[in-house]
């Protein structure tokens, strides 16, 4: 009996063994997508606008703010000028470093910017043509349009019809100061394409806007605005850049309101026609940009961290 259960039992465990050891179904390896890891996009450098505002004979005191600048190696990347924040912007766009600068204006004689318009009182008025102006401009930067510039360049001026702002970035770099530095009763307007323009200093004093539109980063505001209340302007010119200064003063707390910094030479008993007083408006100039140079550097310091921003949309007028 023992030996027919034994017997019986056989077939089983072979049928067992045969599953044990016969053949294993075949797996298909599954193919993985290798992972590529995109380097970071390093960030783009900071772009430093330097907005020059308009003030007459106070923005020489503009050279002594880039002197500073320079000196403490602060170098911007775009300038923007109304007025006679233009001039400096200008020949500083060209290439001009701050000694430069400040060696044309201890040697810039006032009457080669004065041409007198006569009969007075032609067209809109002004006794001034603003030709000589315009002439002496160009032959500084050498004949380089705005747009040929070694630095981004941005003038703002005033169209007289519709009292827009009008950002000159093309054309002729003389044409766009002359209509910047146009101020209504000084200077005759400039006709550049069926328009005419004037002082910049009626809509933006202080070209803050006007930097940022063009891609910069961190602003620093140049205001040579006087408080009109302590200036003591004779003559019929010196009523007339007081006007000037009173009709901007709202506009322009606005915008030095969205600069990251904003320097204020003390100049406030030197008159927009003074040009004798050059050499203490740079000297004024320097010493505003030490005042707040610690300011300065910590918030540079804080901008380069922060992501860059959007450049704004630009409205231009190419001047002739």
Not at 45 to 63: D, N, Q, S
Not at 66 to 72: D, F, G, S, T
Not at 166 to 176: D, E, K
Request: with cysteine; aromatic share 4%.
């Amino acid at each position: 009996m023992k030996r027919r259960h034994f017997l019986g039992a056989a077939p089983a465990a072979l049928l067992l063994g045969a599953c044990s050891f016969g053949p294993k179904p075949v797996t298909t390896p599954v193919a993985t997508t290798p992972t590529v890891t995109t380097p970071p996009v390093p960030p783009r450098p900071l772009r430093i606008g330097l907005a020059l505002g308009g003030g007459a004979a106070r923005g020489f005191a503009h050279i002594g703010v880039i002197k500073a600048l320079e000196a403490q190696g602060i170098h911007p990347d775009i300038v923007t000028g109304t007025s006679a924040g233009s001039v400096v912007a200008a020949l500083y766009a060209s290439g001009m470093d701050g000694f430069a600068l400040n060696k044309v204006a201890l040697s810039m004689d006032e009457a080669t910017i004065a041409d007198w318009a006569l009969p007075f009182g032609t067209r809109f008025g002004g006794w001034l043509k603003g030709e000589a102006l315009q002439n002496y401009v160009n032959r500084l930067v050498k004949q380089r349009p705005i747009e040929s510039m070694k630095l981004p360049l941005g003038i703002v001026a005033t169209d007289l019809q519709s009292g827009e702002r009008i950002l000159f970035r093309r054309g002729n770099t003389g044409q766009a100061v002359r209509a910047s530095s146009s101020v209504p009763g000084v200077f005759q307007p400039v006709a550049i394409q069926g328009h005419d323009y004037v002082d910049g200093g009626l809509v933006e004093p202080v070209p803050v806007d006007a930097a940022r539109e063009m891609g910069a980063d961190f602003v620093i505001a140049v205001n040579i605005s006087a408080d009109p209340a302590s200036q003591k302007n004779g003559g019929q010119s010196g009523v007339l850049l007081q006007t000037t200064a009173i009709m901007g003063q709202s506009i322009n707390r606005m915008a030095l309101a969205r600069a990251d910094v904003v320097i204020r030479p003390d100049l406030p008993d030197m008159a927009g026609s003074d040009f004798t007083s050059r050499n203490r408006a740079i000297l004024a100039g320097e010493v505003a940009t030490a005042a707040v140079l610690t300011s300065l550097r910590d918030k540079l310091a804080q901008a380069r961290q922060r992501p860059a921003g959007a450049v704004g949309a630009v409205s231009t007028v190419v001047a002739q």
